[in-house]
C-alpha cells in the first residue's frame, strides 16, 4: 500500500519534466529553424519578436506572419544492463503554431510595435498501457502557448532595443498504472490533469557594428507556471477508494530563462552567416513540491529533488539570396542534456541533440512571401536509471520536423 502511494503522490514529477529539456520546441520562425534556430542578431521578418524583439522597429514596414510545424517523434527504450526488453513508444504527431503582427508604426519610424502568439512547449509520449514501465508512466502530454505583446525602439540607426511581456497558458495530462489490482487481475490507474498559467518578460539589444556585422543580446526570463485546482482522479479497488479520493492539487513548473548572444556575419552581399549560444537557466529545477486537496494516510504532498543543471546550446546556421525572390538557407545545433543519469525517465527520455536543418523562401509578389523548412533531431542512446522508480534503460529519440509558412507586408 505504501509503495502505491508513493507511486501515486510522484505522478506529477513527468509534468515539470515535460516543461523542459525534450518538450522544448525551437520552431517559432520557418527562416530561423532552417538555419538552426539562429536568429538573434538579424531581423529577418516579424517573428523576430520571439528571436530578439529589437529587431521590431527594423523591419521595413508592418508584418503578418503565420507558420506551423508538423513534429513526427519516435522514441525506443531497451531494458539494461541485459539489452533484453525492448519497447517502442507510439509514434508521436504535434502541430506547434506561431502567429505574429508588427513592425514599424509607419515607415522609417523609430518606433515599432506587435504581439505574437506562439508555440515554444509541446509534445508528449505514449507508450502501451501495459509495457514494463506503465507504473512509471503510460502516457504524457502538453500544450502551451505564449502571448507577448511586444516595443521596440530604434535609438539609431546602430542600435535597436525592444521588451515584450509574455503571458503563459498551458495544459497537462498524465496517465500511469498503479501495482495495484482488482479482482480481474486490471491494474488501478492514475490520472491527473491540470492548466497553468504564468508571467515573464523577453528584452533584447541589436547592434550593427559594420556593414558586414551584426550583434544580438536577448534575455527571456523564467516563467512560473502556476497549476491550481489541477483534477487528481485515481481509478483503484473500493476498498483502497478512502485512501485514494479524487481530489485537486496545485504546484509550480519552473519554465527556464534563456540568454542568447548572437553574431551576424556577411562575407559576400548575398550570404549571411550566424552563430548564437543559448544559455538555459535549468538549475531552476532544484525540486518540485505538490500539494494535494485531500491527503490522506497514504496519499501525501511531495517534495522531490530534480537538480537539473545549466546548459549552453550552440547553433550555427547560413543564409544565401539566389535572387531577388528565392533564398536557401542550412544551419545545425547541439544542445546537451540538462537531466542527470540518475533522473532519466521515461516521461522525459532526454539526451544530447543534434539537429540538422534546411529550407527555403520564396516571395510571390510585393506583399506575399512562402516559407519551407525541415528539421532532422536526434538523441545520443543513453543508458541511465530513475532513482525513484529504479528503472533503468537506454533511450534514443528521433524527431522530423517540416514547416512551413507565410508572410504578409502591409
Given at each position: 500500500m505504501r509503495k502505491g502511494a508513493l507511486l501515486t503522490a510522484s505522478l506529477l514529477l513527468p509534468a515539470a519534466m515535460a516543461f523542459s529539456a525534450g518538450f522544448q520546441i525551437n520552431v517559432q520562425g520557418v527562416r530561423q529553424l532552417a538555419m538552426g534556430g539562429t536568429g538573434v542578431a538579424t531581423p529577418w521578418d516579424v517573428s523576430t519578436l520571439f528571436y530578439n524583439p529589437a529587431g521590431l522597429s527594423s523591419l521595413r514596414s508592418m508584418q503578418a506572419y503565420g507558420s506551423v510545424s508538423f513534429l513526427l517523434v519516435r522514441t525506443s527504450y531497451v531494458q539494461t544492463p541485459t539489452y533484453g526488453y525492448r519497447e517502442d513508444a507510439k509514434p508521436g504527431f504535434y502541430t506547434p503554431f506561431n502567429l505574429y503582427v508588427g513592425g514599424p508604426l509607419r515607415q522609417n519610424d523609430r518606433i515599432g510595435v506587435g504581439i505574437g502568439i506562439y508555440t515554444p512547449f509541446g509534445s508528449g509520449i505514449t507508450w502501451d498501457d501495459n509495457w514494463e514501465g506503465k507504473f512509471v508512466t503510460q502516457s504524457v502530454k502538453l500544450q502551451s502557448f505564449?502571448?507577448?505583446?511586444?516595443?521596440?525602439?530604434?535609438?539609431?540607426?546602430?542600435?535597436?532595443?525592444?521588451?515584450?511581456?509574455?503571458?503563459?497558458?498551458?495544459?497537462?495530462?498524465?496517465?500511469?498504472?498503479?501495482?495495484?489490482?482488482?479482482?480481474?487481475?486490471?491494474?488501478?490507474?492514475?490520472?491527473?490533469?491540470?492548466?497553468?498559467?504564468?508571467?515573464?518578460?523577453?528584452?533584447?539589444?541589436?547592434?550593427?557594428?559594420?556593414?558586414?556585422?551584426?550583434?544580438?543580446?536577448?534575455?527571456?526570463?523564467?516563467?512560473?507556471?502556476?497549476?491550481?485546482?489541477?483534477?487528481?482522479?485515481?481509478?483503484?479497488?473500493?476498498?483502497?477508494?478512502?485512501?485514494?479520493?479524487?481530489?485537486?492539487?496545485?504546484?509550480?513548473?519552473?519554465?527556464?530563462?534563456?540568454?542568447?548572444?548572437?553574431?551576424?556575419?556577411?562575407?559576400?552581399?548575398?550570404?549571411?552567416?550566424?552563430?548564437?549560444?543559448?544559455?538555459?537557466?535549468?538549475?531552476?529545477?532544484?525540486?518540485l513540491k505538490f500539494d494535494y486537496e485531500h491527503n490522506t494516510s497514504v496519499l501525501q504532498d511531495t517534495e522531490a529533488p530534480r537538480n537539473y543543471e545549466n546548459k549552453a546550446t550552440f547553433r550555427l546556421g547560413a543564409h544565401y539570396m539566389i535572387n531577388d525572390r528565392i533564398s536557401v538557407m542550412a544551419g545545425g545545433a547541439y544542445d546537451p542534456t540538462p537531466v542527470a543519469d540518475n533522473y532519466v525517465s521515461p516521461d522525459l527520455p532526454d539526451a544530447n541533440h543534434w539537429t540538422a536543418s534546411a529550407g527555403a523562401t520564396f516571395r510571390i509578389n510585393e506583399q506575399w512571401s512562402a516559407l519551407g523548412a525541415l528539421e532532422y533531431n536526434t538523441t545520443v542512446k543513453r543508458n541511465s536509471v530513475y532513482l525513484p522508480d529504479n528503472f533503468a534503460g537506454r533511450y534514443q529519440t528521433k524527431v522530423l520536423v517540416p514547416s512551413i509558412g507565410v508572410t504578409y507586408d502591409f
Open positions: 505564449f502571448i507577448q505583446p511586444t516595443v521596440s525602439y530604434k535609438i539609431s540607426d546602430a542600435v535597436s532595443i525592444g521588451a515584450g511581456f509574455v503571458y503563459a497558458l498551458g495544459k497537462v495530462e498524465l496517465n500511469r498504472a498503479l501495482p495495484v489490482q482488482d479482482a480481474s487481475g486490471r491494474d488501478a490507474t492514475a490520472s491527473l490533469e491540470g492548466g497553468a498559467n504564468g508571467i515573464g518578460f523577453n528584452a533584447g539589444i541589436q547592434v550593427r557594428a559594420s556593414e558586414s556585422i551584426r550583434l544580438g543580446l536577448t534575455y527571456r526570463s523564467q516563467v512560473n507556471m502556476e497549476v491550481d485546482k489541477g483534477d487528481a482522479t485515481f481509478n483503484v479497488p473500493s476498498s483502497l477508494r478512502p485512501n485514494f479520493p479524487n481530489t485537486s492539487f496545485s504546484s509550480e513548473l519552473p519554465l527556464p530563462s534563456v540568454t542568447t548572444l548572437g553574431i551576424a556575419y556577411k562575407p559576400i552581399d548575398d550570404l549571411t552567416l550566424q552563430f548564437d549560444v543559448n544559455y538555459v537557466g535549468w538549475s531552476a529545477y532544484k525540486s
